[in-house]
T-cell receptor, first 110, second 114 residues
Framework: KQEVTQIPAALSVPEGENLVLNCSFT??????LQWFRQDPGKGLTSLLL?????REQTSGRLNASLDKSSGRSTLYIAASQPGDSATYLC?????????FGAGTQVVVTP | EAGVAQSPRYKIIEKRQSVAFWCNPI?????LYWYQQILGQGPKLLIQ????????DSQLPKDRFSAERLKGVDSTLKIQPAKLEDSAVYLC????????????FGSGTRLTVV
């Protein structure tokens, strides 16, 4: 059974610092790994999708890497802004079933 | 393209009452999912449909939860009777196909059972 862990559970940084969010998964047989953002009381917004054959994906200030052999994915957010404050979740797609981590709650202070 | 639509946005009910949630996926998305997200936790899959057939309902509490997807499009999730521990956000998601295509989520329904 796939298990997904996100560390740290919470993170607070001053504006302008780079953010590094970690996601680990136990079963390397994945189709893809997806990163989501969730604002309080809202649904999940997809940020990046990395296919199993890819090593990384980039979108603006966001970059996500995937290392299947070690069961890890990392989300980098460059030059953080207060608007980046949210909970970030990763989800591993194994055989058509998405297993989510519990998320990392990020606060970016002005 | 229009996103995944869910209603209602919020619902407050007393324990032992019943409640129903509705989801309309993105047009053409064959796979539909219902997730339960308890505060502070990641979403947990309740049921997965492929068109109008159930693919996985292993984590659905079938003594009180039921779901259907008529004609392979809209879906409803029902809880009867509700318990306090059912308080959560219920998220609907859809995907083009199972495996490899990513998910699009709706805004969710926040259920509070008092």
């Amino acid at each position: 059974k796939q298990e997904v862990t996100q560390i740290p559970a919470a993170l607070s940084v001053p504006e302008g610092e780079n953010l590094v969010l970690n996601c680990s998964f136990t079963d390397s047989a994945i189709y893809n790994l997806q990163w989501f953002r969730q604002d309080p009381g809202k649904g999940l917004t997809s940020l990046l999708l990395i296919q199993s054959s890819q090593r990384e994906q980039t979108s603006g200030r966001l970059n996500a890497s995937l290392d299947k052999s070690s069961g890890r994915s990392t989300l980098y957010i460059a030059a953080s802004q207060p608007g980046d404050s949210a909970t970030y979740l990763c989800a591993a797609d194994s055989w058509g079933k998405f297993q989510f981590g519990a998320g990392t709650q990020v606060v970016v202070t002005p | 393209e229009a996103g995944v639509a869910q209603s209602p946005r919020y619902k407050i009910i007393e324990k032992r009452q019943s409640v129903a949630f509705w989801c309309n996926p993105i047009s053409g998305h064959a796979t539909l999912y219902w997730y339960q997200q308890i505060l502070g936790q990641g979403p947990k899959l309740l049921i997965q449909f492929q068109n109008n057939g159930v693919v996985d309902d292993s984590q659905l509490p079938k003594d009180r939860f039921s779901a259907e997807r008529l004609k392979g499009v809209d879906s409803t999730l029902k809880i009867q009777p509700a318990k306090l521990e059912d308080s959560a956000v219920y998220l609907c998601a859809s995907s083009q196909r199972t495996g490899g295509y990513g998910y699009t989520f709706g805004s969710g329904t926040r259920l509070t059972v008092v």
